[in-house]
């Protein structure tokens, strides 16, 4: 029955908070020399955007009024630094697709510009202040209405906005024209991954207009906005109008409904908060994102001034400490959440989806993953995207797009402020952010610190804008104490890396399997270490499985792995860049997600490592030759010794022998019983590698592992499986190779068992 109400409910929503579109009675430029260009990759979406229709959905679920004009399409366009409206305009874009994109038609890289168009007011709205709205500008732009300035904004991700009535002239076209100035890197403005200059990690900048713009009729008093709190301990919702030029004796009716049933009306007044009993709410969460339908009306003497149509959630995020260990909370309960790091990069549209169908296919392959949660990477994006993430029940980890980003000129702390604060209170009310993400990987941290911004203060005021959230101080690095969380960066295995105290333990990145696909890349690979869609699984599993241990082991309370898809150079996603391929099996990788959110494990030694208990191996620092791995390889030069076999001072590693060349080879026998299939079919490598290793069982090669990993448990595959004798004599054979730095190896079998996680 609670199926069938909910699926009215979204049937009801959709009606509700999609209006019919307004016919765009507007004079576009003329689109005849107008083209779409093509970048080194295309997605399927590209086919369907449309110059006379772009991006045509309602662009403010949270605020819906039902008359809107949408003001996208191909405008005039000219590569400008002119401080005044240019007299001619030699070229065409498809707005809001930035600049730099092929998608816009311009595709080249500009600091400054102009866009021009015209619109007509529609009849049927004189009387009314007529509203100009920008959904993002990157990054300075100045507007013009029929020749005048009506003012300059600067901020690369908020929406803002005018009243132009005073500036229309009469009935008729009205001429709308945009000068923008992006410096990019040259500014110590938020930028998040944009570069102009060639770095690995950045990718093409986005310039201009990139999000929907749109006009909208008010009346004189008008709601402007709204600020709703859940509060699920007290059983209320409370909701603050904020309502300009209010009459006297005007008042505000907020009605709430959800499954087509109004659950209750209550009226109150303008710009002061109003509390809604819901004694009885359905909570929101990922397994069951339950939205209430929120109608707001201003009214004086029970008439009408003003209606707009919103929705909310009824959830809560917060710490508590269990068992000594501080977990996040959701709905007062703990529940291990798991993303995927989301750059929102498209190769055609970069900042702008092409469509929103587009828009919501990365959120939607997301929870067909497995994920619970999504970390949006230093960037903000259009407000559907939010929109959609509380449909589906997605929850959001939510960045402040970084200044000075691995290059640039120094960070400028007051823009930093300035734009941190306009994205908290702009997107407060969704219930999908649980998490303010301050810093990332001391992007513009250090800058601030000097120019005397600190880390505490930034947080602070994320804190106090916000109180009903998390404030995550730095993800990855430097960290003060300042936020709810302690977040890691660990590559490629995740771990789990206390902070102060008091402070919840996550890892906001780990993974970046890289694993290249022909005929869907940007550019050539910078490097590779899987060469098939079964590597791929095998050490995805491998990291999922470490995540149990982390969650059963340190408390870990959430992860992110890098990434859900490839971006430009990097070929490190779960999907590729033009969104065509998966590097693995969907479902196989979401059993494997969901195991990690739902369950953790206990470990039977077959083979202990030397974690407890030093044990002992045949080893040799000299090139043995071929076969080395060979069960009838004869090894009695080889030393005895026990592990690990490390350099003094590696992390988490207990040094058992000394080892100090490049490499080392060991060996040793053991012995297993018979095994049931659920615990052959969990079988796993517990492997501590510093840096490359490879791993054979009974002359089998098992496993190839580059880099570092610190005790990751690793599955065994189908060869391995094979390989392994019950009720007989094995051979376990490690080659480990140094390549800097700190070096160790240590390695053991073990079989888990998963059990549903219930702390």
């Not at 707001?296 to 508590?320: C, E, H, N, W």
């Amino acid at each position: 029955m609670f199926r069938l109400s909910f699926l009215i409910l979204n049937l009801v929503f959709l009606t509700v908070f999609a209006p019919a579109q307004q016919p765009v009675a507007s004079e576009p430029a003329d689109s005849a020399d107008w083209q779409m260009k093509r970048a080194p990759l295309m997605t399927p979406f590209a086919a369907d955007v449309k110059p006379d229709n772009v991006l045509p959905e309602y662009p403010r679920p949270q605020l819906v009024r039902e008359k809107w004009l949408n003001l996208n399409g191909i405008w005039a366009f000219k590569d400008s630094a002119s401080s005044g409206p240019p007299q001619e305009w030699p070229e065409k874009i498809l707005v809001p697709f930035p600049i730099q994109s092929a998608l816009s038609g311009v595709m080249k890289q500009v600091e400054r510009a102009w866009y021009r168009r015209t619109f007509t007011v529609p009849a049927d709205w004189e009387g009314q202040h007529i509203i100009l709205h920008f959904g993002a500008v990157d990054w300075e732009s100045e507007i013009f209405i029929n020749g005048n300035s009506i003012g300059t904004h600067r901020g690369g991700y908020d929406p803002f906005s005018y009243d132009i009535t005073d500036a229309l002239k009469g009935p008729g076209p009205q001429e709308l024209a945009v000068r923008i100035f992006d410096p990019t890197e040259n500014g110590g403005q938020p930028r998040g991954k944009q570069a102009i200059k060639g770095i690995p990690i950045m990718y093409t900048p986005t310039s201009g207009i990139w999000q929907t713009v749109w006009l909208e009729p008010v009346p004189t008093a008008s709601i402007q906005d709204l600020r709703i709190l859940p509060d699920i301990d007290k059983g209320t919702v409370s909701v603050k109008v904020n309502v300009k030029n209010p009459p006297a004796g005007s008042t505000v009716a907020l009605q709430v409904s959800a499954a087509e049933k109004m659950v209750t009306t209550i009226s109150g007044e303008a710009n002061r908060e109003i509390v809604i009993p819901l004694p009885k709410a359905v909570l929101w969460s990922p397994d069951q994102p339950f939205l209430y339908d929120l109608k707001v009306i201003l009214q004086q003497d029970a008439k009408p001034l003003d209606t707009v149509a919103s929705y909310f959630g009824m959830r809560k995020i917060s710490l508590k400490t269990i068992d000594g260990i501080p977990k996040i909370l959701l709905n007062n309960k703990f529940v291990f959440q798991l993303g995927a790091l989301d750059q929102g990069f498209w190769p055609d549209g970069l900042y702008t989806a092409p469509t929103d169908a587009a828009l919501k296919f990365d959120l939607e392959l997301q929870k067909k993953l497995g994920f619970n949660m999504v970390r949006k990477h230093v960037k903000v994006e259009p407000l559907r995207w939010y929109y959609w993430a509380d449909k589906m029940g997605l929850l959001v980890w939510q960045d402040m797009p970084t200044a000075q980003s691995y290059g640039g000129v120094d960070a400028d702390p007051d823009l930093y402020v300035t734009e941190l604060t306009r994205m908290i209170e702009t997107h407060w009310n969704s219930p999908c952010i649980v998490m303010w993400v301050v810093y990332n990987e001391n992007c513009g941290q250090n800058a601030h610190i000097k120019q005397g911004l600190s880390t505490a203060k930034v947080a602070g005021l994320a804190k106090k804008l916000d109180p009903n959230r998390l404030v995550n101080e730095a993800s990855g690095y430097d960290w003060y104490g300042a936020g709810d969380v302690a977040d890691s960066h660990t590559y490629p295995a995740p771990d789990a890396l206390p902070g102060a105290p008091g402070q919840a333990i996550v890892s906001g990145e780990f993974g970046a399997i890289k694993y290249p696909l022909k005929d869907h890349q940007w550019a050539q690979a910078d490097d590779v270490n899987v060469t098939t869609s079964e590597e791929y699984l095998s050490r995805y599993a491998s990291y999922l499985t470490k995540l149990c241990q982390l969650k059963t082991e340190k408390g870990m309370s959430g992860a992110v792995y890098t990434q859900i898809t490839d971006v430009e150079t990097e070929q490190n996603g779960i999907f590729t860049y033009d969104r065509k391929a998966p590097k693995a099996d969907i479902a196989a990788l979401a059993k494997l997600n969901l195991r990690a959110i739902h369950q953790r494990y206990e470990m039977v030694d077959i083979l202990p490592t030397s974690r407890k208990s030093a044990q002992k191996w045949e080893y040799t620092t000299a090139d043995p030759g071929e076969k080395w791995f060979a069960m009838d390889f004869n090894d009695r030069d080889w030393q005895t010794g026990r592990a690990p076999f490390a350099s003094e001072g590696t992390p988490n590693v207990k040094v058992g022998t000394s080892w100090k060349t490049d490499d080392i080879w060991i060996r040793k026998e053991f012995r297993i019983g018979s095994l049931s299939p659920d615990d052959l079919d969990n079988l796993y490598l517990d492997i501590c590698h510093d840096d490359d290793c490879e791993v054979y069982l009974n002359g089998v090669k098992v496993g190839a592992l580059n880099a570092a990993s610190t005790y990751a448990p690793m599955a065994l595959d189908k060869a391995g499986k094979k390989a392994l004798k019950q009720n007989a004599a094995n051979l376990i054979a490690v080659h480990c190779h140094q390549t800097g730095g700190d070096q160790a190896i240590d390695v053991g079998l073990e079989v888990l068992r998963f059990v549903d996680d219930t702390k």
